[in-house]
Each structure stands twice: as structure tokens, then as C-alpha cells.
């Protein structure tokens, strides 16, 4: 027998591939069973060979899971390019491609379904009957024209929904095996009526359309409101028409919701839905069917990216410049840039579309590595939101409002309008303080001021979410003269509750949204205009559609004017500029005013007078000067430990070790939040003009930065492409 040496991808964090025997040979991308220390690990085979020098130490391949391949070469050739350009151990960047269930070992094969269909009775039962349960008729409707899975109807229909309708025995629950129906979109596929295009909507379907099968990057860049996801419709359609499927990335799960209703109702087929909220089960049984080809549309948020496709038409990445798209802790990939490396190994087009796009994407457009594609006019003729600075110094404050800020509130009220207040921080307020002492009341573990929850009279910190009690006195000096220092959703809520008794208004933040389709029935309600006053964080600047807002106020954009983060005012315009484009959308014309303390600031003025497209082009030159990303590459190594001193020592033996001529090392130093959960964190950032020689060096110096003496007593890990620093 012919012994077979199997490379395998083990779940470790270890930038290693191990090496196993076996008694055949195996295709990559199959699961095995491995040992591994005094455990059994699910690994993926991603090579082989006949020989090895030293066989002494290795062992056998305990079990195959898998008679085919569950990742193909595509799938694996993007996984071998994640954990070389984001120097991460194999096993884990291969874990992160594969549902939760198939990490576990079990089985990647078709298994039974839940289906519901009409009964005997319901299929003769008149839904006029269910005038008075609108829902209950609808989903009756839906089942008589054809049975449906129970996934797909759950999706859009309450349990209580259909457990009403099972009860009264007219429809009924049934399993079968799940069979493979490839490009079964393309029977079943309605085009309804859509909107002509504009002359400028029109160049960009065209373009698109003239590349499909080949690899075209595009940067689609439409003002707030300009139709580009009309643009994504007109180009999805030629492509699901010649039988190719679509895969489209969005930030939040919030804005899955009307998306997918859009897409359902223009092509009159199932578009599948990908984000945390959905179950392990539900997340394979997709996996599967996209690997199947059965549905033609799927939609969902960054680890959607990596979804098998068998028939690969377009990738779509919505609101590109969005940094949900970053993942932030272990495999810290990019979903933008490897959407970029798909298109590239699947030879189809990629649209990236923002109005506010990032500096790094709008410098591939101009460069011509992107076709860069521009909206400049509003849909339906709307008209631009006007923006505004106010000037707040000196001014009376009522709840973080200005006087002037109420008046111009007051005045799109009367007349019928809605107006959306933002302040970026939920809770009441973000400290609580000793009047007679001016203690802060503080978390230990992050050192940072706890915010203050009124509602559920508690203290809990933003940042390792620990909480406490609302204290009655003054942990310092005893005194019971509490007060609170700054506004948050909270508080705002509550004081315009007073100061607009007659308008109904509603709190949007992570607190009040908790829960599944809440958020949904929340925006549904804004657009039925059964709200006035809509009070916000940052969920609201991402993409919605309200048609009735006139007025957006932002309490505070001062913050991020002096921030140490070289991209704090990237993203702040990015911010402005997405929530003037929540105003004016329809035929009323909106306005936006930003409360600043700071109304000469350059920035401010550039972004007010100029507009987002001018702003970023003249911070492009900025960072040219600064030789800053995109004009250079940059890596941090972060460590953490309880201990700040070994954190701090662990960082400057690395910079030690990474010291050369060819790069600039900045650090070692503390992060801009410096405790978080008990631990001090630092940060060493390396930079050079050439990306591709600060991999070469980062690679060959990994192994010595495991070896230090103090890398197995800190946490440590390497961030290719930063975008945070905190």
C-alpha cells in the first residue's frame, strides 16, 4: 500500500500547514478528521505529495467527511490569497469560508426540508374570508399558488401567522428530501415594471452590461438618493436572465430588509439572506442551494463574501466605503477588497457603489485601475439638500439643542414634515459626575466614564459592556448631588418629549432595536408617517428611504475634528454627507444644519460649500503629502496584556526585530482607547511606499515575533490595511 502525504488545514492559530498520512489520495478542499495534540480537529486538505523527509512524527488522517470537495478551486485559491496577504494562520482562514455547522463535522449533504402547502380545505377556502387578518391572507395567497419552504415563508411571515393558519386547517407542514434544481430562477423569474433610466443611470447600465464575463472593476459614485441601486437592477437583470448568479454585499442587516423586498418585487424570485441574525441550520441550507445554483440573488453582510456561486455572474458591493466591511478581530480581512480578488479569479464584474466613497476606492477610479462611473443628479428630479453650519457659541442649550436649531425644527413640523435628530451616542448621557467633589464615575477595567442608562437606571460602559447599578451618592465624598455631563438618545428623547409634546417620535439606536424586524416595522411606520420626530445614531445614515424628511440637525460633529486618527475626517464627511441624503428625497426639498462650535473649521466649510466629491479629492492630495494610505501601505502589530509594561516591552523587541531601512516604524504606543476589559493595549504601525516589500519583510519576520520571549504572555496580532486604531 502506497502511503499518500496529506497537507491539511488545522483550526490553530498557527500560520502553519500540517502535514498527514494517508492511504490515498485526497482533492483539496475536503474535510477531514485529524488528531491533534491530546484532541480531534476538523481540517480541510489543501495539497499532497509522495514524499516527505522526516515521516518519524506524523500521524494519520483519522476519518474523510466529505466524498467531494466542499470548497472548490476558486473558493480555495481566495482562501490561500487571505492568510498570505493577511499573514493569518491557514486553518482559521479556512474555518472563517465554511459554515458553522460544516467547522463542526457535520455532514455538507442535502437533508430533509420544511415545506408548508395548502390543505384539502384551504385550497378550496375563500381568502376573502381574511379580509380582517390582512397578513393571514396574504401568506394563504402565496401557499395556494404553489407550496413554499418554511425557511422562505418565515422569513416574511410571523410564526403566530402561520400557526393561526394551521390551526383553522388550511395549510399544513411537510419534509422532502432537498433535490438540486439549478438556475430555477430562470423559470419562475417576473420582470415588473420599472423606472426609465435617466441619461447618466443609463451609460452606467450600459457599461456594466458591455463586460459581463470578464473581470471590471467599476466605482459607481451617486450623489444621496441618485438611483443606484436602480442601477443595480437594470444590470442584475441581464445577468440573471443569461442564467449567471448575483451575490451583493450590504453593512448593516438593517438594510437587508428593504432591499430584499425591492429585489423580490422587481424579479419575482427568492433572494436569499445572509447575516448574523439567521440560524447555523439556515445559513448551510443556503450555502448549499448557492453552490447548487438554485437561487439566482443572494444578499448579506461581510461574511457573505464568501458564498459559493457554481454560476458567477456580478458581485455587488453596496455603500463600499462602509466600515462594517472591515472585520476587526481575528481573521481581520476587508470584504471590499477580497469582492475585489473574487471578481477577479471568478472573470465577472464587480460595482462598488457609494455616494461617499472611500479615499482608497475613489483613487483606484481616478487612477483608471476602476471605471469609475458618476450619478451627479438626484432621482425624479429631487433637489440637493442644502447644508448649513450653526453657530452654537454663547448660544442657550435645551438638551444639546441650540434655540435657533428648535425654531427651524418647529417650522418643518407645522407643516407637516418629519425631521431626523442625530447625536451618536445612545444612551442618556455618556458620564455621571459628583457636583460637589466632580467625581467620574468610572469603569475599572477600560478606565473610561460609564453612560448613563436612565431607562433601565443603570451605568454601563461602552466599551467591554459591563455593568452596574445607578449609584445615590458619590462613591468619592459621599455627597448625593449627581448630575449627568453631555446628551445621549436618551436624554434627547426625553426633552423633545417636552419641547414637542404634540409630535410622535421615535428612538432608533442598538437599545431600542433590539430584536427581530423591529427595526423593519420601525421604518415602516416613518414612511406610513405615524412619526414626526425620528432620534438617531448612526443606524439612520446608512441607506434608508424617507420620503417625508425635510430636516436633518446633527448635534455634534466637533468630535472627530480633532481626533488623533489620521481618518476621522474621511469618515466624518462620509457620515454628514450620508445623512444630508436622508432629507429631500422625494418632491419636498430638505435641508441639513450641523450644531458646531467650530464654524470656520476648513473641513467643515469644504464639506458644507463644496460637497463630499470636492472634500475627498483635496484629502487625497493631504494624504499624497503626508505620504499616508492610499499612497503607502501600512500593518499594525497591536499587543494587550494586563501587565502595560510587557505589552510595551513585547512591541518595542518586535520593533527590533522588524527594523530595517526600507520601513517607517512608528510606536510602539498606546491605542487610542488604551484599556478596554482589564487589559492595556499598544499598537506598532509599519509603513512603506512599496506594499508588496513590507509583505516580503512582515512575512519573513513573523517567525521571530512568535519566538520573542514575551509573545506567549501577551496577546498579539498583526492588522494588514488598518482602519481603526483604537
Not at 512524527?57 to 478551486?73: C, F, H, T, Y
Not at 470578464?214 to 466605482?219: D, G, K, N, S, T
Not at 455603500?319 to 470584504?335: C, I
Not at 480633532?562 to 435641508?591: H, I, N
Request: aromatic fraction near 6%; include cysteine.
Amino acid at each position: 500500500m502506497t502511503t499518500v502525504y496529506i497537507d491539511v488545514a488545522v483550526p490553530v492559530p498557527l500560520r502553519q500547514i500540517f502535514t498527514y498520512t494517508f492511504d490515498t489520495s485526497l482533492p483539496a478542499g475536503v474535510r477531514v478528521s485529524v488528531p491533534f495534540g491530546k484532541r480531534h480537529l476538523v481540517g480541510v486538505v489543501v495539497g499532497q505529495h509522495s514524499t516527505v523527509t522526516d515521516t518519524a512524527r506524523l500521524k494519520a488522517i483519522s476519518k474523510v467527511l466529505d466524498s467531494e470537495p466542499v470548497l472548490n478551486e476558486v473558493s480555495l485559491s481566495l482562501c490561500r490569497w487571505l492568510w498570505q496577504y493577511y499573514h493569518h494562520a491557514p486553518g482559521e482562514v479556512l474555518h472563517t469560508a465554511l459554515p458553522v455547522k460544516l467547522r463542526k463535522g457535520e455532514s455538507a449533504q442535502r437533508s430533509t426540508q420544511a415545506w408548508y402547502q395548502v390543505s384539502a380545505k384551504g385550497a378550496q377556502f375563500s381568502t376573502d374570508e381574511l379580509a380582517r387578518a390582512p397578513r393571514q391572507k396574504l401568506c394563504l395567497e402565496q401557499l395556494q399558488n404553489a407550496p413554499e419552504t418554511a425557511s422562505h415563508l418565515k422569513s416574511r411571515f410571523s410564526a403566530a401567522i402561520l400557526k393561526a393558519l394551521e390551526e383553522r386547517g388550511l395549510i399544513e407542514p411537510f419534509t422532502q428530501i432537498q433535490s438540486s434544481n439549478p438556475q430555477a430562477w430562470l423559470n419562475s423569474m417576473q420582470i415588473s415594471e420599472k423606472p426609465r433610466p435617466d441619461a447618466e443611470q443609463a451609460v452606467a447600465i450600459a457599461a456594466i452590461n458591455q463586460r459581463a464575463g470578464q473581470f471590471a472593476p467599476f466605482l459607481l459614485e451617486g450623489v444621496t438618493g441618485s438611483g443606484k441601486t436602480e442601477v443595480y437592477l437594470q444590470a442584475i437583470e441581464t445577468t440573471l436572465s443569461a442564467g449567471r448568479q448575483v451575490l451583493i454585499l450590504v453593512p448593516e442587516i438593517g438594510l437587508t430588509p428593504q432591499t430584499v423586498s425591492r429585489f423580490e418585487q422587481r424579479f419575482g424570485i427568492e433572494v436569499a439572506v445572509l447575516h448574523s441574525q439567521i440560524t447555523d441550520t439556515t445559513r448551510v441550507a443556503i450555502w448549499q442551494q448557492a453552490r447548487e445554483g438554485e437561487l439566482g440573488i443572494i444578499i448579506g453582510t461581510r461574511s457573505a463574501i464568501f458564498t459559493p456561486l457554481k454560476y458567477p455572474g456580478m458581485l455587488i458591493v453596496d455603500e463600499e466605503h462602509d466600515e462594517s466591511f472591515k472585520q476587526q478581530d481575528g481573521l481581520r480581512y476587508h470584504a471590499r477588497d477580497l469582492a475585489v480578488m473574487r471578481a477577479r479569479k471568478e472573470n465577472i464584474p464587480l460595482v462598488l457603489g457609494s455616494a461617499t466613497p472611500s479615499l482608497e476606492t475613489l483613487n483606484n477610479a481616478l487612477g483608471k485601475r476602476y471605471q469609475h462611473l458618476q450619478l451627479t443628479q438626484r432621482a425624479a428630479g429631487a433637489a440637493a439638500t442644502m447644508q448649513h453650519l450653526l453657530d452654537v457659541r454663547d448660544q442657550p442649550m435645551r438638551f444639546g439643542l441650540a434655540e435657533g436649531t428648535l425654531a427651524l425644527m418647529r417650522q418643518h413640523l407645522s407643516k407637516g414634515n418629519q425631521v431626523l435628530v442625530f447625536v451618536n451616542r445612545r444612551g442618556y448621557a455618556p458620564a455621571l459626575l459628583c457636583h460637589h467633589c466632580g467625581y467620574t464615575e468610572t469603569c475599572q477595567r477600560c478606565e473610561r466614564p460609564y453612560t448613563v442608562h436612565r431607562l433601565h437606571q443603570r451605568l454601563q460602559c461602552h466599551h467591554c459592556a459591563s455593568t452596574r447599578p445607578m449609584p445615590h451618592t458619590c462613591q468619592s465624598c459621599g455627597a448625593k448631588d449627581l448630575v449627568t455631563a453631555g446628551v445621549g438618545t436618551e436624554q434627547l428623547e426625553q426633552g423633545l418629549s417636552q419641547l414637542f409634546p404634540d409630535a410622535a417620535q421615535v428612538r432608533i439606536d442598538s437599545d431600542s432595536v433590539r430584536g427581530k424586524d423591529k427595526l423593519q416595522t420601525i421604518l415602516n411606520k416613518i414612511n406610513h408617517q405615524q412619526y414626526q420626530l425620528l432620534i438617531g445614531t448612526q443606524i439612520l445614515s446608512k441607506g434608508h428611504h424617507f420620503p417625508h424628511v425635510t430636516l436633518v440637525v446633527v448635534l455634534d460633529c466637533d468630535g472627530a475634528l480633532f481626533s488623533a486618527d489620521f481618518r476621522a475626517p474621511e469618515k466624518l464627511a462620509q457620515l454628514v454627507t450620508q445623512l444630508a441624503g436622508r432629507a429631500g428625497r422625494a418632491s419636498k426639498p430638505g435641508e441639513m444644519w450641523l450644531q458646531t462650535h467650530n464654524p470656520g473649521h476648513p473641513l467643515l466649510q469644504d464639506l458644507v460649500n463644496n460637497g463630499y466629491a470636492h472634500f475627498a479629492r483635496h484629502a487625497l492630495l493631504e494624504r499624497k503629502m503626508a505620504q499616508l494610505p492610499p499612497y503607502s501601505a501600512q500593518v499594525v502589530i497591536r499587543a494587550e496584556a494586563i501587565d502595560a509594561a510587557l505589552a510595551w516591552r513585547f512591541l518595542s523587541q518586535a520593533q527590533s526585530a522588524l527594523a530595517t531601512d526600507t520601513l517607517e516604524l512608528i510606536g510602539p504606543m498606546p491605542g487610542l482607547i488604551e484599556k478596554r476589559q482589564g487589559r492595556f493595549r499598544f499598537m506598532l504601525v509599519l509603513q512603506s511606499a512599496r506594499r508588496q516589500q513590507l509583505h516580503e519583510h512582515l512575512r519573513l519576520a513573523l517567525p521571530h515575533l512568535s519566538a520573542l520571549p514575551d509573545a506567549s504572555k501577551v496577546r498579539w496580532s498583526c492588522d494588514v490595511d488598518p482602519t481603526d486604531f483604537s
